[in-house]
């Protein structure tokens, strides 16, 4: 089983009259920026939670919810979910769709969520034709050219890279 970090920012037995101030620091840079975050009320005289959690991949949140309620002897669900974060790119750079424009797009490596490796032009007109690197490199890296424009994704064995996906068209 993977272990969790929670942090339980509320769980209280009785209703709260208003709304728990959000912790998060994403939260804080939303409200500043005028999207407000609406948390959840507690539900009549049912206990309320809000927790965070800090995952990976393939984890399901509201299975988390459902198990933490029988851990306690009670049903649980979700009720609302907001994601702070995605890889590397946190709340505090979401744009509104209304704001949605080419000029406030994140740059491409900033959103793959693997090493940066910065090829020779050799090295990079081998991976325009497919060809594998002698790059001991293990798992999916990020390939680049010197002027760290995006290249491709590969995958090391330890010993090579071979070439996943390709996106430039010239080196």
């Known amino acids: 089983m993977r272990y969790l970090e929670v942090e339980l920012l509320a769980f209280d037995p009785e209703p709260i009259p208003h709304p728990i101030a959000p912790s998060a620091r994403g939260w804080r840079l939303a409200e500043r920026r005028g999207r407000p975050v609406r948390l959840p009320r507690p539900l009549g005289a049912y206990p309320t939670a809000v927790i965070r959690l800090v995952v990976g991949p393939g984890t399901y949140v509201r299975a988390f919810a459902r198990d933490l309620g029988e851990m306690l002897g009670t049903k649980a669900f979700l009720s609302g979910l907001v994601r702070t974060r995605v890889g590397r790119v946190g709340l505090e750079r979401a744009v509104a769709l209304s704001d949605l424009s080419p000029e406030k797009a994140i740059p491409e490596l900033d959103v793959l969520p693997f090493p940066v490796v910065e090829l020779s032009h050799t090295e990079a007109r081998r ?45």
């Open 127 to 171: 991976v325009l034709e497919g060809m594998p690197l002698p790059i001991p490199a293990m798992g999916y890296v990020t390939l680049v050219d010197s002027k760290r424009r995006l290249l491709a994704i590969a995958e090391g064995d330890g010993f090579k890279l071979k070439i996943r996906r390709v996106f430039a068209r010239e080196a």
